[in-house]
Structure formats: structure tokens, C-alpha cells
């Protein structure tokens, strides 16, 4: 008997021990879907030619702005709003791969920060959402005594996309450049230097992340397959929340937030969230047959596949009806607003619990253990 | 029924056996929960689960548990890393113990977000060793004082802990003798597709049989595995089936954290007095002894009663769901403390809205506002922390000028690979529920496609 057991026990080490031997290469791909080809599609086709653009936008946007701060002028002011609206419409279509360089860069934060999703949405006097903090913006200029890469909330509402919306297109923006030139002149700059430099170092950061998020197929919390289906699911929530329901007054009982509209001052609030929504349907299909939307089918969830292509449709297509500026349209035609916000929050839970758990991916920005 | 039960534990109450089976399982268990509080202090726990959340979801009867403040709340945990550490050590045992004890499952009755079935193990087997007398060999405790030292213990010391972990095998076999895990191999067809990177047996995550075979021998593992440990003569081999079963869930479903590690050490129990001697022969200090010195209980009537009373509590506690309607995986009506350990996917998405009584005043709730993400998912599919919810809200809105708010939620949830349902009647107020054990009318019945 005891001669079994010790046979049992070795047979059952040797099995443990091969099973826990490092793995070869690619050999998930002969029974089923190919999550590396997804990965290496999601990376070559859509993240690094994204951040590419997302550079050149820059080098644009940097060198309109330059044209327009040596003598402001109207026509040098629509000039740098073109170019602002391209790099701000080129950041919605990165704006869901805030993982790995973008992480370590925070570019969400400092580029365009949506205050979190953990605030109060009822009050006006509050920096929330997509506010836009222009009394430490006028405080930097006039002290000069300012560090960008601090980390607090009145430093992430006084740069990036927010802040340059304010200092270019605010009223009276081109008046403002008169008093205090230098100072105004110099912290526009610092303000688009950084935006730069911070998605520079994202983009030359991926050609090193690349291998690790392609070779990376598991789906837990921080994995790429993880991180792609929660931040699709961060992103609605932030069209559902900061981006069009909390303006709208969801929240607070109809009280609309006008200023609090993404791109207020600019007044292309809906064209960027059309992008952002535009953007997480192709993240959602990818192309050539790998994506999440193949990978579903692949797992035998063709009607769930179905159902999200068609409300991704129903939501853009809502959304397309209204017109910009939202800031205005949150008051004249807030029904208008409130259909798209409806199949917005279809999409969202349509992501949130049939995608995720399809995907085995758990809808959680922390890491826990389970049961 | 009764009498043969009080019979049966009168003779594990006067038998005697070797004490080394507990003193290992003392030095053992001390150790893992050592670690184990230290890996959830390292990993920044503590702050994100019980200092940040501004609302807890309590237990019924347990709502005048708090947490401590940051720096409380570290220093409990430091003494209950402590405790667990003179606990192994056989110091201060029985302060040690009881420290822990009460420690842990303070920590554990926070926050029911936070429930996971091994921290209930824990603290029942930290309730049990109490009452033990594991320090009584090879202990700084026999160190100091060499009278206390004993050779021989009553033989249900040994035997509640190889019942209690019986019961968490027996249990959780039967859960998985159900419809969705034996026949549409749920939730394991939804969870291995996401482990095609493992060495060798990835590719064939895919495969449905997989998922069959998964969730057979899963199930045949926990109803079965506990008699063949209690059989002395093939303990060795279920023994190590144990750890490669364990090692082996450890591996493909890393998210239950420290279980397999609690399971794989506490099954040492089942070996014999004589291997556990032998085995701490192997550690410095130990002296055999020839002298039989027996421990005694001053009570034995008093004892006979606490025994039974906690075997039958932990025979029906498991079983409570029955008095309840409705399926089990979609109310979670008597679901916790009943072993159910990875028995099923349940995902969900839930959106609060709140009115004033005369329902001019329409506000939709910010979950993210009241909620840590985890606490949100947990609530997402749980009725009884939805419910408490609501009435957290309606508080929440009344201090904000609310005229009696009323709370309404449009909840969608998705069980075991079917599609997300809506999960509430959208129509309930439900802060005008009532919580607690009661049966929840409000959930809609499950109707699978």
C-alpha cells in the first residue's frame, strides 16, 4: 500500500512539475482564437499609429500657437482652434490606452482631466468634471512661480487641453494677451511644451512596451486584455457621466453645468465625444478578424457580439443629432442630450457585464482577492 | 439522533491521542496568518478596503462594527499579525488566540464586500484553537513553564479541526452538484477561455470538455476528498492530491489569493499522531516524550454541549437556503458562509436614481461618489448589500435637503454565461424595504433564455 501511494505521489509531482515548466512559444493558436494576433493588431494598427498622429497634431497645434503668440489676431486665432480641435480630437482616439506609457506619463491626468468619477456633480463653485481652473491659471502667469508636474487637481485643471482652451479661446482671449505678454506668452508655451513632451515620451515609450503587451494574454486586473475592456468601460462612463449627463444635470436635478462641458470655451464638446465613442468602437471590432468583437464569436457569443455593434450604433447615432456647442444645447434641446445619454448607459452596462464577463475580464481599477 | 451525536462525541471527548498533530497545525496556521496579514497590509489593502470607503456594507446584527481610523486601523492589524505570530510560537497562547479571534473577525465584520470564504474558515478555526490546547507541547508557553507540557490530548481536539475542514470539502462539493456547473460546465466554460497563456495545457482552454472535466473532478475532489484523508492508509496519496489540486487552482485562478495555501497546510491535520511526531523530530528543540501526560477538560458535560451545539451549527448554517424561494444563485438568499467557493460568474451593473416623495426632484445617483470600485461590483449583484444601499441613499439625501427620498434602481445582471437581466422590479422603492433575513420580493425571478 504504502509503495501505491509514494507511485501516486510521484506520477502526481511529475505531472505538477512538466505543468509548471516555462512555456513555448505560440501555441495557443491551434485550437482556438489567436489573443496575440488581437494584441499585435490592437498595438500596430491602432495604438502606435495613434500616438504617432498624436505627435505630429502636436508639432501643429505647437507651431499655430507660436504663430498666434507672436501677434494674436483673429484669423491667427482660428488657425490654432483648427489645430486644437484636430490634436483634441487625435487625443480621443488615445484616450482609452491609459495603460503602460500612458500610465507611467499620467497623460490623462495632465492632458485632459475629467476630475475622477468619485465626485459630487452638484455644486458649481467646485472644479469636477471637465472644469477648467482659470484663477491658478491667472495666478501662475502673474507669480510665474508654477511647477506643471505637480500632482494635485488644481495642477491637472490648469494644463493641457483645459487650460489652453481658456488661454486661446476664452472671451477676450486675444485682449488678455496684451497685459502681461511675457508672462501669458511664456506659460501658453510651458503648457503646450509639456502636452509635447509628455506624449513624446508615451509614444517612444511604446516601442519598448510593445513586446510586453502583445506577449501579455491573460485577463486579469492589469493585464492588456484586462485593461482594454475596463478603460472601453471607464470611457463610457465618462460620456455617461462628466462628458454629457452630469452638464445635462443628472445629478443634480436638472441644474445644468454649461462651463463644465469638455472643450467649453472652444465649443466642440459633442464632436469630441462622438470621436471618443467612434474610437471605442473600433477598439471593440479591431480589424482583419481580430478584436474583441472576432474574439466573442470566436467564444460563441455571436448575438452578444450582435448587440453591442448594434448599440454602439444606436449610441452614435443619437449622439449625432445633437448639435454643438452642447454647452447651449444642454438648455435648448436637453431631450436631445438625454437620448443619447439612454443608449449610452445600454452600451455601458452592455460592456460592463456581458462583454466583461464574456472576456473573463473583472470590471475593478483595484486588485483584490476573490471568493 | 441527538443521543447517538452526544455518544459519539463523548467518546472523541475521553479518548486520548498525540498532541503533535495540533501542535503543527498551531505552528502551521500561525505562520500563514502571519504572512497572509502581512501580504494584505504590503499590498496597500488596509487604506483601499477599510480606511478610504466613506460607507460599509455591515452585516445584520453587526452594524455597530467600525472601522478604526488609518492609523487604528494599521495598529489592529500589527497586533493581529502579532498575535498570529505567538500563536505559532505557543506564547501567551491563550491571549494570543483570543486576540486574533476577536481581531479578525472584527476586521472580517467591516465590510461584507470583503467576504471571502477562507476568512471565514479563519475565523472559525481561531474560535476553535481557543479552546485547544496546542500549546501545550514544543510552545515557549511548555518552555516556561514545563508543567503545563503534555503528551496526550483529547482526540476531538484533533478531530473538530479535521470536521470543520471536512465540512468546507463536503459543502462545497455539494454546491457544485447543480444544473449550470455539472451539465453547461458554467462557470468554468466562461473562465478558462481566459487562460490560454499557461504552459502546456493552455491551448486546450478552449475545448468545452475541458470545462467538463474541470468541473467533474472538481466537484468529485471536495465531495470525496475528505474520506480519503481520514483513511489512514491512503492519506499520503490523498494528501498529495491535495497540493496538486490546490497548487494547481492556485495557478490557474490566482485571484483567490492565500485559500489554496490555507487548505494545502490545514489538511496536514489528517496525518497520524506518530508522522506528526516524526516531522517535528525534524525542527530544533523538540523532545520526545515517553511520559504520558494527559490533558483534561474541567468541564467535560459543559464541553460535550459546546461541541455538538458548534457541529450542528456548522451542519445547518451551510443548508439555512432552503427556507428561502427562488434560485439560489440569483437571490443569494443564505449564499454566504456556506462554502460556495468559485461556483459561479455573476457580473452586474447597477443605476440608483433618487426622488423626493412628492417626485418632483429626480437625481441619479453617482455611485462612484458613495462606492470603492469594489464595493460597487459587489453590490452590482448581491441583494442584500442593494438594498442596504438604498437606504444608506435615502440617508445620504435627506441630510441633502431631500423630502423623504425615495430610491429606485434599474439593475442589470448576468449569471453564469446568459445574458445580463434586468434584476430588480424597477418600480420598488427600496429604501421602504426591509433588510436583514427576510426574503427579498423585489428581485425578479430568474429566467434563463
Redo the contacts between chains.
Keep these: 500500500?504504502?509503495k501505491?501511494?509514494?507511485l501516486?505521489?510521484f506520477v502526481?509531482?511529475a505531472?505538477?512539475f512538466?505543468?509548471?515548466?516555462?512555456?513555448?512559444t505560440d501555441?495557443?493558436?491551434?485550437?482556438?482564437?489567436d489573443?496575440t494576433a488581437m494584441l499585435t493588431y490592437y498595438a500596430d494598427n491602432i495604438i502606435v499609429p495613434g500616438y504617432t498622429a498624436m505627435v505630429e497634431k502636436m508639432q501643429a497645434l505647437e507651431s499655430a500657437s507660436n504663430t498666434f503668440l507672436a501677434a494674436p489676431s483673429g484669423d491667427a486665432q482660428a488657425t490654432v482652434k483648427e489645430a486644437y480641435k484636430q490634436a483634441y480630437l487625435q487625443y480621443q482616439k488615445v484616450a482609452a490606452f491609459q495603460f503602460g506609457p500612458a500610465e507611467t506619463a499620467l497623460l490623462d491626468l495632465y492632458l485632459n482631466f475629467s476630475g475622477?468619477?468619485?465626485?459630487?456633480?452638484?455644486t458649481s463653485g467646485e472644479l469636477t468634471g471637465f472644469s477648467v481652473d482659470t484663477n491658478t491659471i491667472e495666478n501662475n502667469i502673474t507669480t510665474g512661480n508654477y511647477n506643471l508636474a505637480n500632482m494635485s487637481r488644481s495642477s491637472f485643471y490648469s494644463q493641457g487641453f483645459p487650460a489652453l482652451n481658456y488661454l486661446f479661446f476664452a472671451p477676450g482671449a486675444i485682449e488678455k494677451y496684451s497685459t502681461n505678454t511675457a508672462a501669458r506668452v511664456a506659460y501658453t508655451k510651458a503648457v503646450i511644451t509639456r502636452m509635447a513632451t509628455l506624449v513624446n515620451n508615451v509614444s517612444t515609450g511604446w516601442t519598448a512596451y510593445r513586446s510586453e503587451f502583445i506577449a501579455?494574454?491573460?485577463?486579469?486586473v492589469g493585464s492588456p486584455i484586462g485593461n482594454m475592456v475596463n478603460q472601453m468601460a471607464y470611457q463610457m462612463d465618462l460620456l455617461k457621466?462628466p462628458r454629457l449627463?452630469?452638464p445635462l444635470g443628472?445629478?443634480?436635478?436638472?441644474i445644468v453645468f454649461a462651463t463644465k462641458c469638455e472643450a467649453y470655451y472652444a465649443g466642440f464638446s459633442v464632436a469630441l465625444a462622438i470621436e471618443n465613442l467612434t474610437n471605442l468602437k473600433r477598439i471593440y471590432v479591431g480589424g482583419e478578424g481580430k478584436g474583441f468583437s472576432a474574439y466573442l464569436v470566436?467564444?460563441g457569443n455571436e448575438?452578444?457580439n450582435n448587440d453591442v455593434l448594434a448599440q454602439f450604433d444606436a449610441a452614435l447615432s443619437k449622439l449625432q443629432l445633437i448639435p454643438d456647442p452642447l454647452s447651449n444645447t444642454l438648455t435648448t434641446q436637453p431631450q436631445t442630450v438625454d437620448a443619447a445619454y439612454k443608449e449610452i448607459?445600454k452600451l455601458?452596462?452592455?460592456l460592463?457585464?456581458?462583454v466583461?464577463?464574456?472576456?473573463?475580464?473583472?470590471?475593478?481599477?483595484?486588485?483584490?482577492?476573490?471568493? | 439522533m441527538a443521543d447517538s451525536i452526544l455518544n459519539y462525541v463523548k467518546s472523541l471527548r475521553d479518548r486520548q491521542v498525540s498532541i503533535a498533530p495540533l501542535v503543527t497545525f498551531r505552528i502551521v496556521f500561525g505562520l500563514l496568518m502571519f504572512a497572509g496579514i502581512l501580504r494584505f497590509w504590503w499590498r496597500g489593502w488596509i487604506t483601499s478596503v477599510y480606511v478610504l470607503p466613506e460607507f460599509h456594507f455591515t452585516y445584520t446584527g453587526f452594524d455597530w462594527v467600525k472601522p478604526l481610523r488609518a492609523d487604528g486601523m494599521h495598529l489592529l492589524f500589527a497586533l493581529i499579525a502579532l498575535a498570529a505570530l505567538f500563536i505559532a510560537l505557543g506564547f501567551l497562547y491563550r491571549v494570543a488566540t483570543v486576540i486574533f479571534f476577536l481581531g479578525f473577525t472584527y476586521v472580517e465584520l467591516i465590510d461584507a464586500t470583503t467576504y471571502l470564504n477562507h476568512y471565514y474558515f479563519i475565523s472559525l478555526v481561531a474560535f476553535l484553537l481557543i479552546f485547544l490546547p496546542a500549546n501545550r507541547d514544543y510552545s515557549i508557553d511548555a518552555r516556561v513553564r514545563p508543567g503545563i507540557r503534555r503528551k496526550f490530548v483529547p482526540a476531538w481536539c484533533i478531530g473538530i479541526i479535521r470536521f470543520q475542514l471536512g465540512i468546507v470539502y463536503f459543502f462545497a462539493g455539494l454546491a457544485k452538484l447543480n444544473v449550470d456547473w455539472l451539465f453547461n460546465a458554467q462557470p468554468m466554460r466562461t473562465w478558462l477561455p481566459a487562460k490560454t497563456h499557461l504552459p502546456i495545457v493552455g491551448p486546450y482552454m478552449y475545448e468545452a470538455w475541458v470545462a467538463y472535466l474541470f468541473s467533474w473532478f472538481g466537484a468529485i475532489y471536495d465531495l470525496f476528498i475528505v474520506f480519503f484523508l481520514l483513511n489512514r492508509r491512503t492519506t499520503l496519496a490523498a494528501y498529495a492530491v491535495v497540493v496538486i489540486f490546490h497548487v494547481a487552482t492556485a495557478i490557474f485562478f490566482p485571484g483567490i489569493g492565500m485559500f489554496p495555501y490555507v487548505m494545502i497546510s490545514c489538511t496536514l491535520i489528517y496525518f497520524s499522531g506518530a508522522f506528526h511526531e516524526k516531522l517535528l523530530s525534524l525542527l530544533p528543540f523538540y523532545r520526545k516524550g515517553s511520559e504520558v501526560t494527559v490533558y483534561r477538560y474541567k468541564y467535560p458535560k459543559a464541553l460535550s454541549w459546546g461541541i455538538s451545539i458548534y457541529i450542528l451549527i456548522q451542519l445547518i448554517v451551510p443548508l439555512r437556503f432552503l427556507a428561502y424561494p427562488g434560485k439560489l444563485f440569483w437571490n443569494e438568499e443564505g449564499y454566504r458562509f456556506s462554502w460556495r467557493v468559485m461556483l459561479m460568474e455573476k457580473s452586474g451593473a447597477a443605476y440608483f436614481k433618487v426622488t423626493n416623495k412628492e417626485k418632483t426632484q429626480y437625481f441619479e445617483v453617482n455611485n462612484a461618489e458613495f462606492l470603492t470600485p469594489l464595493q460597487e461590483k459587489m453590490m452590482s449583484t448581491q441583494p442584500d448589500m442593494i438594498v442596504k444601499y438604498a437606504h444608506f441613499l435615502a440617508d445620504e439625501y435627506k441630510k441633502r435637503g431631500v423630502n423623504e427620498p425615495q430610491v429606485y434602481a434599474e439593475i442589470y445582471v448576468l449569471l453564469n454565461g446568459d445574458r445580463s437581466k434586468l434584476f430588480v422590479d424597477t418600480s420598488v422603492n427600496l429604501a421602504a424595504q426591509p433588510q436583514g433575513f427576510v426574503h427579498y420580493s423585489w428581485v425578479l425571478p430568474y429566467n434563463r433564455k
Design positions: 500500500m504504502k501505491v501511494s509514494f501516486i505521489v502526481l509531482l505531472v505538477g512538466i505543468a509548471c515548466r516555462k512555456p513555448p501555441q495557443e493558436v491551434e485550437n482556438g482564437f489573443k475622477g468619477l468619485d465626485y459630487s456633480f452638484t501579455n494574454t491573460q485577463t486579469n457621466g449627463g452630469w443628472k445629478q443634480s436635478n436638472g470566436a467564444l448575438q452578444m448607459q455601458l452596462t452592455l460592463k457585464t456581458d466583461a464577463s464574456a472576456t473573463a475580464v473583472q470590471i475593478t481599477f483595484m486588485d483584490n482577492d476573490g471568493d
